[in-house]
């Protein structure tokens, strides 16, 4: 049994890495994850944990959204269009 305030178990970087390739739906998409989990993990020691995971959410959205389609341009640079992407929670009020 487990409670609620037990830690989650821990996660290498690899690891998620490797499980958000597997989500990913297309190939722009398996490339452009090096480049997310490279900038996630650059913020993490900035973060909170709560932060980090959060992180590791939007990337793992960003990989299962049929609609997000990421691109690179000419000059290497990354863009995403997107028609329905998932957009961080607003606090309430906003």
Do not use: C
Not at 9 to 19: D, N, V
Not at 41 to 54: D, E, H, I, S
């Amino acid at each position: 049994m487990f409670s609620s305030n037990d830690p989650i178990p821990t996660l290498r970087w690899g690891e998620a890495e490797a499980l958000f390739m597997k989500m990913a739906t297309s190939a722009a998409k398996r490339r452009m994850l090096p480049h997310l989990m490279e900038g996630a993990r650059k913020q993490a020691p900035f973060l909170t944990p709560t932060g980090v995971m959060k992180e590791l959410a939007y990337i793992a959205a960003a990989m299962l959204d049929a609609n997000f389609a990421p691109t690179q341009s000419d000059s290497g640079v990354w863009e995403a269009s997107s028609s329905s992407s998932a957009s961080p929670p607003q606090p309430r009020g906003s």
